[in-house]
């Protein structure tokens, strides 16, 4: 079992900067890789950003240059910089976790970009 606790959301305005975390334990060395999605008011959870456990990442279109996908080994901690962020950027942002044998979701934390 894996378990994924996510933090750093908040109110920002436009063209700021928020980094959220996912901290994973229990079976952490069971874990292939780790993504970010969103899901915004009345539309379907997207993939947002992942990272391997080898460091390859990966972006959706709409958040390629403004975030990063990082991760910090001996913390178990993924993060996601997001800058310049714009009001369509608001949603509950997910992390996930992979492994052989299934995906462990956490449970969200809001990120709200408004002025």
């Known amino acids: 079992q894996v378990q994924l606790e996510e933090s750093g959301g908040g109110l920002v305005q436009p063209g700021g900067s928020l980094r959220l975390s996912c901290a994973a334990s229990g079976s952490v060395l069971s874990i292939t890789a780790m993504a970010w999605y969103r899901q915004a008011p009345g539309k379907e959870r997207e993939f947002v950003a992942a990272?391997?456990?080898?460091?390859?990442?990966r972006y959706t279109d709409s958040v390629k240059g403004r975030f990063t996908i990082s991760r910090d080994k001996s913390k178990n901690t993924v993060y996601l910089q997001m800058n310049s962020l714009k009001p369509e950027d608001t949603a509950v942002y997910y992390c996930?976790?992979?492994?052989?044998?299934?995906?462990?979701w956490g449970q969200g934390t809001q990120v709200t970009v408004s002025s």
């Open positions: 996930k976790a992979l492994t052989l044998s299934r995906e462990y």
């Open positions: 990272i391997t456990n080898v460091d390859t990442t």
